[in-house]
Structure formats: C-alpha cells, structure tokens
C-alpha cells in the first residue's frame, strides 16, 4: 500500500524526491489521477470522460483553459484572439519575465486567461477562461487587457460574453497597474451592458481578491460550479482580522448561495446545457434591442 | 517620524541653547542663528528628499487629517447622508452634500479616527460592504441632481471580516467599479491619505484621479507585499520602494492625472493651509470637467481606465 501511495503522491511531493522508485517507472506517469478530496484513484482517461469530476465524491478538479473550452463549446468552433500579449516586468521585479516565460510553455498560453470566440450549442459567444496553472490565474497588464478586448469584441458583435474565473486576485508584481486591470475591465463591462448584451460570470475554483471584487461578481448572472472557493479576503487573514474559527463551508459556492451573492451552483456535467438555456432565453431580447 | 529624527534633535538643542541665554549672562546669539540656519536647510533637505516608506509613514501619521477635517475647510453647508437603504449605516464612510465654491457637489470619503475610541467606531476607515452601497446610492443620487462627485480615498483596504463576506464585499466593490464608469456627472478621486487596494478604488473611478503628495494607492500594503514576496514583513520598507506606490510614482505612471502639493513636512503640520491648497486643486480639476457633457465624461472615463497597462504586441 505504501508503494502505492508512493506512486500517485502529487507532483509537488515528486519534484521533491532524490530518487524514484522502482515501482514509479513501470507505471507512466498520469496514467492514474487520485482525488485530493477523497483520494479515490481514478483512471485518468475516465476522469477526463467525466468532465474531470471525481466518480466518487463529486469532487470537480481544476481544469486547464484548454480543457474547458473543449468540454464547452461545440467542436472546432472556438477561435483565440490575442494570443500575441506578452506581459513586461512594468516594475522591474527580479525573476518576473523568467516565470511568466516558465508558466507559458507549461500551460501553452500567453497569460493567464485564453479568450476568443465560438458556438455555444450553435449559439454565438465571445468567452474568456481563466487558467489558474499560469500564476494562479493572477491578473496583471495582459490578463486585464485580453478580457477588456474580449468584452469589446463581444459589444461590437453584440454577442453574450461569458467568462470563468479562476484567479487569486490582482498580480502584485505588476504593482497598482494590476489593480487597475480592476477598473479597466469594468468600463469595458459597463458598454456591453448598456448595449441590452448577457454577461454570464461562472465562478470557479479559487475566485478571490481583486478577481472576485471585478468583474466575477456582476454577472447579470453569477453561477458557480460546486465547493468552489470565493471570497474577497483570504481566510487566514479573515481569522486574524475576526479572531473567531470559521464556519467549515466558509466562502464555498453553496456558502455564497446560502447568502444571497450567487443564482446558481451548477455541477459541470450540466454546465453546457445550463449555459446554452440561459443564452437561448437572451437571443430574442438581444435582437429586438439591437 | 524616524525620518525628522535629526531636526528633533537639532530643534531640542537650538531651544536648550536658547533657554540657557535667558538664564545666563553669556550672548549666544550668533550660535544660536547659525544652528538656524542649519536648521532650515537640514529641513530642506529631509523635507525635498523623501523616500517611499516616509511617505508611508506620513500618509499614516494619526494626526494627518482625514475626509471629516478637510471637509468643513474646503465646502460650505455640509449635510451628511447616512445609510445605504439596505442593511445599515457604515461608519467608515462618510457621505453627504456641500457647496463648493457655489456649485452643489455630493462629498464621499473614507473615514479613519485618530484615536482608539474613534477608530473602534470608524472601523479603522476599513468599510463593510454597506459602506461602499451607500457610496454608490449617494452617487446615483448626485447623478439625478447633475452635481459633481468628489471621492476622498484614505483607506486601508475594505474590510477582511466574516460578516463583510457574508454580505457581498466583493460584490460591493465590483458594482461600484462598474457603475462609476457610467456616470454621467463629473468625478473627481482624490487620494488624501493611504489608498490600500480595492477597497480604495471603489471610490477611484473618476474622470481624474488626484494624489496627496505624500499619499499612497496599491494593489498590497508594503508589509504585505514584502511577507509574500520575500516571507518577512519586516522588508516593507523594500517592498514600499519596489512596488511604486507614492504620488510621484503613480504620476509617472500616467495613472494620475495631477498631484497635490504638501506643506512641508506633510498635511498634518497644517491642516488649514493644506486645505486650501486641496480646494484649489479641485476648482482647477472641475473647471475642466464642468463643460463636459454626461456622454463626453463616461466617454473620457473610459478611455482613461482603458488605456491603463503595461504589455507588448
């Protein structure tokens, strides 16, 4: 059991060993995925088949952009834009370049979000995903100017714009030009509203920071997938600030439902279809104000 | 301040000195002038050159006055409003109506104390998510009577606490952000103190955005910053330099469009005079607003915020 246990221990434990084990080098590697939540070992293949949700405890893992978009939108359809941003080092911050250059040929992206257009169960949408596997989906100068000319597109198209959020809040390296992003995102937002357009805002695992106090949190519909955490202020800091324990569900989706800040929790087995409902119900008043 | 240490002492000896020939039969005079004249170029010097963290320390000097000291120094007929319709009435933030050289404006403002008791009421000038709604409903108000808005930003940051989460903290912010960037009456943000992240720019989307000289405006306190980055909070003073946060920086930076003077040695050596210098700074900042139609100021607005951030293509 402990071979075991040795084989599926997560990367960040891996990169850590000085020698792998005999046993690790029969088994390729990510041919199984385990549950951080229940530690039921899932064929990764499978897991992937089942939108990348635990089969045992519900459990929904982080997805990549990529992964999202292909589970969302119909085949082929999607078509990036700005892929060609590339974020500076504004304060100079030693080591900034060498680990946006590191994060982007791991995940394959520019920054931290992918955004573009595509079909929707044959539904036009403008979309932007953001990838907490590219600096824990902080937004600085790029990830700020990538949705701005994402929502602009969707506003001249007079198209819904949707977005997942995933992101940790403003990126601090980029100094206050990161906080602005915050601003800059919502005067873009504020046209394609005034335009009579859908804004979907589904919030997924982990929305805090200046993510969730932006343009995460004004959808004209906020959805958010399940256990996903979403908050302003980290719990740590909630906890010292309050001097009190936290309730265990503290800044989960249903927390946020239970409250009054979310429409909907939406499992993702049921996410494209609750998505392409909800963008149907908005086609013909779209049209008639446009 | 750490920073005036040196005048402190100089001052303490020019007085001892002084005192002495009171007493004594012994003219120092000469001395005495000549430690004068040390004396103010000492200042000076201190004074012009500045760095970061001793503008963080003056932006957060318990006596620099706050929005409810300004206030009464710079308009006329002040009427506070309270509550946000909703839940209840934040103290952290000020609000209200005023006549400023005899246009109507609507005032909103953070609110700190200056002592313990003060501070417990104001919540350190930390708001709670009704804090930023009323905000927001004095703001909307002042649109539907066509009046100028001015914000004045001296926060910390919105507050971290159970009950700001369970009411929409993050909701609050965001719908200030977006709704700001609509309005069709001139909006004048003015830093007056430490603008700590997006608790302070839910007052900051305005047509232009003024610094106190020694005020701050980032995304991440600089103990915050310097316990993420470097894992010890005790390199604020580092992170204060690097992370560009004073007026200056931010001018630079084109992100605000003018900064304020200080009287020498910061606002809280005074106050009075710092006012007026603040009152005059508005006047010029609405002369160039009040012309402009609601469509042309959310057009302006837009473009401002929209042209914000540093990249490559």
Same mark, same amino acid.
């Given at each position: 059991m402990a071979i075991i246990r040795d084989i599926f221990k997560r990367n960040k434990d891996s990169k850590e060993a000085t020698m792998p084990s005999k046993a690790a080098k029969d088994v390729p590697e990510g041919l199984m995925t385990k549950c951080p939540n229940c530690k039921e070992i899932t064929l990764t293949k499978d897991l992937e088949k089942n939108n990348k949700v635990c089969p045992k405890c519900d459990h929904h893992f982080k997805m990549t952009a990529h992964e999202r978009i292909n589970g969302l939108?119909?085949? @082929?359809s999607f078509e990036s834009m700005d892929d060609h941003l590339k974020s500076e080092n504004p304060l100079g911050f030693p080591g900034y370049a060498e680990k946006v250059q590191a994060d982007s040929e791991k995940t394959g992206l520019n920054e931290a979000v992918l955004t573009g257009s595509g079909k929707l169960q044959g539904q036009d949408i403008v979309l932007a995903v953001m990838d907490s596997h590219f600096r824990m989906g902080s937004m600085g100068s790029v990830v700020g100017e990538k949705i701005t000319r994402a929502i602009e597109a969707a506003t001249d198209r007079k198209l819904p714009f949707i977005i997942f959020t995933a992101s940790g809040g403003a990126r601090m390296q980029e100094g206050v030009l990161s906080l602005m992003q915050m601003a800059k995102t919502s005067v873009a937002l504020k046209r394609h509203s005034n335009e009579g357009l859908l804004f979907v805002s589904v919030l997924t695992h982990p929305t805090t920071g200046g993510v969730s106090a932006s343009?995460?949190?004004? @959808?004209?519909i906020n959805i958010a997938e399940p256990k996903a955490l979403i908050g302003f202020a980290g719990r740590r800091v909630i906890e010292q600030t309050v001097r009190e324990k936290l309730p265990e569900d503290f800044q989960t989706a249903e927390f946020l439902l239970d409250h009054g800040q979310l429409d909907a929790v939406v499992h993702r087995a049921s996410m494209q279809n609750t998505l392409a409902t909800i963008v149907r119900l908005h086609m013909k008043g779209a049209v008639a104000n446009g | 301040m750490p920073f005036e240490e040196p005048l402190i002492q100089l001052r303490a000896k020019i007085s001892e000195l002084k005192e002495y020939t009171a007493t004594a039969e012994v003219d120092l005079s000469s001395e005495i002038k000549s430690l004068e004249d040390r004396f103010s170029k000492l200042e000076e010097e201190i004074y012009e050159n500045m760095k970061p963290w001793d503008r963080v320390q003056v932006a957060r000097h318990p006596e620099r006055p706050t929005t409810l000291d300004y206030i009464p120094l710079i308009f006329n007929d002040f009427i506070e409003m309270h509550g946000d319709r909703l839940y209840g009435d934040d103290a952290a933030i000020v609000s209200g109506i005023a006549s400023f050289h005899g246009q109507p404006v609507t005032i909103i403002g953070h609110q700190r104390g200056k002592d313990t008791k003060e501070n417990v009421r104001r919540n350190f000038g930390m708001p709670h998510p009704e804090g930023y709604r009323k905000a927001l409903r004095l703001m909307k108000q002042a649109e539907k009577f066509k009046r100028p808005i001015i914000c004045l930003i001296d926060t910390k940051g919105a507050y971290p606490g159970k009950a700001a989460e369970e009411r929409g903290q993050s909701e609050a912010i965001a719908r200030n952000l977006v709704e700001m960037a609509g309005l069709e009456v001139p909006v004048l943000s003015i830093v007056i103190g430490e603008g700590g992240s997006g608790g302070a720019l839910a007052l900051g989307v305005g047509n232009q955005i003024l610094m106190l000289e020694n005020s701050t405006f980032s995304v991440i306190s600089p103990e915050g910053a310097a316990s993420i980055?470097?894992?010890?909070?005790?390199l604020a003073q580092t992170a204060a330099e690097a992370m560009k946060i004073t007026a200056p920086d931010l001018l630079e930076m084109k992100i605000i469009e003018h900064m304020i003077p200080e009287v020498r040695g910061g606002a809280h050596h005074d106050p009075q005079k710092q006012a007026s210098i603040i009152s005059e700074a508005i006047r010029r900042s609405l002369e160039e607003l009040n012309g402009m139609s609601g469509e042309e100021l959310v057009d302006q607005r837009y473009r401002k915020f929209k042209s914000i951030g540093v990249f490559s293509e």
């Open positions: 939108l119909d085949a @082929g343009f995460a949190s004004v @959808g004209d | 980055l470097w894992k010890d909070s005790a």
